[in-house]
């Protein structure tokens, strides 16, 4: 099966910095790569994701890389802001239909 | 549009009792269905998918079970719960085959 490794556990950073998270995944069988933000006591919302078949994905602040390659994807956010404050998870779909997910970022944005 | 629901929001259990948990969904058929765990602070555990009505693919041995007696309505039960059963249980859905993946609210499950 898949497994989804995920970097950093935390990461605090200054309001209008760029807050970088990275993901690996074992299985190169994987072909979706969604992204989610969790905030404390709800469900993880999708906020990003990307296909395998593309290399890059932006949506305003958030933006997604992936390499196949080195089977590396990142969510990548800019000019962050107290309201991006929360946990972040990657997860990677295998076989079309088993959704594995990193262990999560928790993401702290210093006014 | 596609809406998933989980109930009950809460739950306070004694160790040793039964357990019970819905998810349904709408909008949709045939979609893949999976109970996710998150214990405090931590990540997401997948506990069980299926593809269908009456299959189930568990991917950790323990003392749960899961069923699909309909095609858009998971069951997550255990004869006996442990407090190490204690967290935030999520039941989720998608199309399968690369789509979006939706998480219901979510059940928070207490075993005292």
């Known amino acids: 099966g898949e497994n989804v490794e995920q970097h950093p556990s935390t990461l605090s950073v200054q309001e209008g910095d760029s807050a970088v998270i990275k993901c690996t995944y074992s299985?190169?069988?994987?072909?979706?790569f969604p992204w989610y933000k969790q905030e404390l006591g709800k469900r993880p919302q999708l906020i990003i994701d990307i296909r395998s078949n593309v290399g890059e994905k932006k949506d305003q602040r958030i933006a997604v890389t992936l390499n196949k390659t080195a089977k590396h994807f990142s969510l990548h956010i800019t000019e962050t802001q107290p309201e991006d404050s929360a946990v972040y998870f990657c997860a990677a779909q295998y076989n079309n239909n088993d959704m594995r997910f990193g262990a999560g970022t928790r993401l702290t944005v210093k006014p | 549009s596609q809406t998933i629901h989980q109930w009950p929001a809460t739950l306070v259990q004694p160790v040793g009792s039964p357990l019970s948990l819905e998810c349904t969904v709408e909008g949709t058929s045939n979609p893949n269905l999976y109970w996710y765990r998150q214990a405090a602070g931590r990540g997401l555990q997948l506990l069980f998918y299926?593809?269908?009505?009456?299959?189930i693919s568990s991917e950790v041995p323990q003392n749960l079970s899961a069923s699909r007696p309909q095609d858009r309505q998971f069951i997550l039960s255990s004869k006996k719960l442990l407090l190490s059963d204690s967290g935030f249980y999520l039941c989720?859905?998608?199309?399968?085959?690369?789509?979006?993946?939706?998480f219901g609210p979510g059940t928070r499950l207490t075993v005292t």
């Open positions: 299926s593809v269908g009505i009456g299959q």
């Open positions: 989720a859905w998608s199309s399968g085959g690369g789509t979006s993946f939706c």
């Open positions: 299985d190169s069988a994987s072909n979706y």
